[in-house]
């Protein structure tokens, strides 16, 4: 092999690194107990959870202290999917498992508070612990009974955490929305779902300014017949509205929380699709699946324990929010940042890292390639000499950002860009402690997942773009869609390409040395005289010159059988699309990518659209441009600024109209 197929790592972790790793104590623990192989790595450990799918989790459920409160038949009581049995038997309780620090650490502060001020507030076990027993009796008393529904319209605070381990402990079933989303987009989610209590705020602050969303919240309490109770967190010092119940109040007491002990697969939250096209899917995780797969993601793939502190940059609108909550699982210190990503001025999660002396610093791709764009000198202005980790997501970290991060951060510094998704509140590939970071690349399927790259044919690719799969189980696949009593929209979502394999809507390439690069969506790839591409190559080609702020490139089927293939480009302020530019981007892609990238047209828009969660819309603007109407093609509640759909509305009225 020629050093150019095998460029040396951009990090390598040093012996000691590896040694104190929790996987690699979590390896030879396995070895011992349940015949895992003591030799050959994170490769061969990975290989037997993926080939010893029952054992390997047997152990993690060993490994991490799991209290089932009465046991388990069998691990796996059947493997086939959707509808895979995990642990059927089995009783416990997520937020017993959360609060399990509060016995021997009280006074260690659990949750810190940043507001944009950049100020924390601690919160310790004990006190999170004493909040959780107060409105889980108060829950009860409201006659909020497993199964129930509780929804937070809540901003990312400590209130929000203590409403989801409360509604857990009780054995309700957790959702929320952050409260950016309109009435129209709320309702879109909780009238699925019909909560029976509403945790509200009267508003949040953003960018240096407060939002009052006390109209919004009527409309909701109008609008959600099944409400009971409506509980007012006074975030912006609002007085409760007429018929609800102040925070202060339901969260005074002193009662021992009580925790429901519920079957493995009882609901414990529901998490929504980004819902762009159609309602979004409501999906809904298990107890018991969130539980093993959060401790194995969180303990052993973000090696995160109790010394830890883990700030990821998040909204309750988001998986991310949940998965950081479960950072509570290994002891961990969980980081709670409530505003603007770049208030008052774009390097502000570097400070709030810095203030919360955070371990683990989790961000958006685009985030890094901001600060990278805006000249932000992390390491230089801030000490981050805790932050042992950088992880990414939200969509894949260019080169250049793992080459900034390197550069601007720490040498030494592990970059963890992972990818997963909502549909597993957890990741497919990404993080591993023990394992070199090459450029671009993702380092590698995390362990229990049987994740591979697909041809249409369902043959398995090494070193070729094809479809993301994992054709195992992992235990925090949804138990079902809400409002799906056959299963057939759950089917559909991930089951009809390959019959009993899970098809997840990415290109991805597997190299042969087993690491992970992600191309972007599947279901909006630009396909041009019959080789696929990935639309997130483009865009990080694109968006290094200096006069690209955003990109969005689209690849059209034509009646006539042509292709079109236009690049849309939202410019930083003062940059003209001159034929100079045109060129320049042309050019670009031509010369990292290929002649076949080059698109047919470079055109001009006055921003982006993107979904709440800030993903890039690809799909809806792609049927758009097919003549779909705007109502039909998109969702209007999904869309962070629907005006900017109507440019794409207008472009393909025009092309379709005779010259």
Known sequence: ??????????????????????????????????????????????????????????????????????????????????????????????????????????QDPALLHVDEAHEQTPISWAELRRQVGALAAELRALGVRPGDRVSGYLPNIPQAVTALLATAAVGGVWTSCAPDFGARSVLDRFQQVEPVVLFTVDGYRYGGKEHDRTGTVAELRGELPTLRAVIHIPLLGTAAPQGALDWSTVTSGDAEPVFEQVPFDHPLWVLYSSGTTGLPKAIVQSQGGILLEHFKQIGLHCDLGPEDRFFWYTSTGWMMWNFLVSGLLTGTTVVLYDGSPGYPDTGAQWRIAERTGATLFGTSAAYVMACRKAGVHPSRDHDLSRIACVATTGSPLPPDGFRWLHDEVAEDLWIASVSGGTDVCSCFAGAVPTLPVHIGELQAACLGTDLQSWDPHGKPLIGEVGELVVTNPMPSMPVRFWNDPDGSRYRDSYFEMFPGVWRHGDWITITDRGSVVIHGRSDSTLNRQGVRMGSADIYEAVERLPEIKESLVIGLEEPNGGYWMPLFVHLVEGAVLDEGLRTRIKQTIREQLSPRHVPDEVIEVPGIPHTLTGKRIEVPVKRLLQGTALAKAVNPGSVDNLDLLRFYEDLARTRSSPH
């Open 1 to 106: 092999m020629t050093s150019a197929a095998h460029p040396a790592p951009l990090w390598q972790p040093d012996a000691d690194r590896i040694a104190v790793a929790r996987i690699t104590r979590f390896q030879t623990w396995a070895a011992e107990r349940h015949g895992a192989p003591a030799e050959g790595g994170y490769a061969a450990l990975h290989r037997w959870s993926v080939n010893e799918l029952e054992t390997f989790w047997q152990a993690v459920a060993e490994w991490f202290d799991i209290r089932f409160s009465s046991p388990y038949e069998r691990v796996l009581a059947d493997p086939g999917m959707p509808g895979a049995r995990w642990f059927p038997g089995a009783t416990l309780n997520y937020a017993e498992h959360a609060l399990r620090s509060a016995e021997g650490r009280p």
